[in-house]
């Protein structure tokens, strides 16, 4: 009989055991998952349609600012860890509905922050940080023009 340290691989003549599988299992299907983003879009979106003005005695004081969409909104609607995410992203069946996802929070962010209804700062820290986005100054140095242009744009996949 075997010992249980024994079971497992060779590798340069020692014996290692066998690696356990790690992570959680994958909870979701792609229909389950573009079927609860749909319904966590919806709620938000509800949610925003419900607050659209504040009143006050009749009058109408000012507008809200707006819930945005979030992937750690999304994961907390659907009851898993943003870890999970990445996970889950790595799926080849799920890896495009994870990518819509995404691409829809980004255009929510994008469009609050234009609109002036969410922090701009916030925005832009976030589309740096999540999604890719940077800024790039260029330079013209040419005879007596000089030119300074700035672009803030998504950085394109090299």
Known sequence: MKKPWRIGR??????????????????YNAEQLEQLAQEYFDNIDAKNESERLYY???KCIGLYKPYPYT???FCNYIGVH????????????????IKK???????????????GKNNAVFAIFNLK??????????????GAEISINTNWRKQEPS
């Not at 996802?101 to 609109?115: C, D, G, H, M, P």
């Open 10 to 27: 060779r590798s340069n003549g020692v014996i290692k055991p066998k690696p356990k599988k790690r992570g959680q299992k994958l909870k």
């Open 56 to 58: 006050e005695e009749n």
């Open 71 to 73: 992937i750690l909104g």
């Open 82 to 97: 943003k870890d999970y995410m990445q996970d889950m992203e790595k799926n080849e069946e799920n890896s495009g509905i």
């Open 101 to 115: 996802i995404r691409q829809k929070i980004e255009e929510n962010t994008v469009s609050l922050a234009a609109s």
């Open 129 to 142: 940080n999540n999604y890719g986005w940077h800024d790039r100054a260029d330079l013209n140095l040419s």
